[in-house]
């Protein structure tokens, strides 16, 4: 195939994603505003999942669901807020759940030119991406957001100044959060993939453990800054976890390119 061939097939395939992704984007805005009442505004509400869990440990420091405790009412403070939040939600989430066949797709442009051995590395790459992005997705949306949105909506500089949540407001947090979480997932991707070339050593995670140890803390801490051990030590383990799943990559990795 010349240039020209591989252009009109490139073409071709960035053709099939623009249609997945609004096909997508369409039944996603019909569906929308269930997805909204039962999915996206479900930590606003004292129902949900992570705070009837945490509400029946002892010491977790959570008001108990059936009592009312804690709940979050959104305003709409622009006219076009509600449609436009409509349109680039559903855009946004057809993309994320459009993205494992988006790549899948790419995939088979570029699988052709690739040798065996290669092949075999990106199919791992692939689906270690996948589940890592989602996995951290649902610990964003599980985890983190709901406990920072308890924090954040009950903190008070004054009692004179009572919070009036926007949905504007309401919905950078949630993506910023969520997506970020899905973002620092790949961390055990990245170092297995920067250990395969030899750069990112074991030792580097042993030598520096207790300084993440600390980096880990601090950070649970600013997401969860209500003082609770308990609620502590929820956002710290999955992040250290996260850590110590990285340098077992690095070993695999240094293995592979010693049998080489």
């Known amino acids: 195939m010349g240039f020209w061939d591989h252009a009109?097939?490139?073409?071709?395939?960035?053709?099939?994603?623009?249609?997945l992704i609004l096909v997508l984007s369409c039944v996603l805005f019909a569906a929308m505003p269930h997805i909204f009442d039962s999915v996206i505004l479900a930590p606003c509400r004292p129902d949900f999942i992570l705070y009837r869990w945490l509400a029946k440990l002892p010491g977790a420091m959570l008001p108990d669901a059936a009592t009312g405790g804690f709940e979050v009412h959104l305003i709409n403070i622009r006219l076009a807020s509600q449609f436009?939040?409509?349109?680039?939600?559903?855009?946004?989430?057809?993309?994320?759940?459009?993205?494992?066949?988006?790549?899948?797709?790419?995939?088979?442009?570029?699988?052709?030119?690739?040798?065996?051995?290669?092949?075999?590395?990106?199919?791992?790459?692939?689906l270690a991406g996948n589940l890592m992005f989602?996995?951290?997705?649902?610990?964003?949306?599980?985890?983190?957001?709901?406990?920072?949105?308890r924090f954040l909506a009950d903190y008070q500089l004054s009692a004179m100044i009572p919070n009036q949540i926007s949905l504007d407001s309401y919905m950078d947090?949630?993506?910023?959060?969520?997506?970020?979480m899905g973002i620092v997932f790949e961390l055990?991707?990245?170092?297995?993939?920067?250990?395969?070339?030899?750069?990112?050593?074991?030792?580097?995670?042993?030598?520096f453990r207790r300084h993440a140890i600390v980096v880990l803390l601090v950070a649970a801490a600013v997401i969860t800054?209500?003082?609770?051990?308990?609620?502590?030590?929820?956002?710290?383990?999955?992040?250290y976890i996260l850590w110590e799943l990285s340098a077992f990559a690095v070993p695999m990795a240094e293995k592979r390119n010693q049998e080489v």
């Open 84 to 126: 436009f939040i409509h349109m680039t939600t559903s855009f946004w989430l057809a993309i994320v759940l459009g993205f494992p066949m988006c790549v899948y797709l790419l995939w088979g442009f570029v699988a052709p030119g690739l040798y065996e051995e290669e092949k075999r590395g990106m199919r791992t790459a692939f």
């Open 8 to 19: 009109e097939a490139l073409r071709g395939v960035l053709l099939r994603i623009a249609g």
């Open 134 to 149: 989602f996995l951290g997705v649902a610990t964003g949306y599980f985890l983190v957001f709901p406990l920072t949105l």
């Open 188 to 207: 055990p991707l990245v170092t297995w993939l920067i250990g395969k070339t030899g750069v990112l050593k074991r030792d580097f995670f042993n030598r």
């Open 225 to 239: 800054p209500s003082g609770d051990p308990f609620t502590l030590m929820v956002v710290f383990l999955p992040l």
């Open 173 to 180: 947090n949630f993506f910023m959060l969520i997506l970020v």
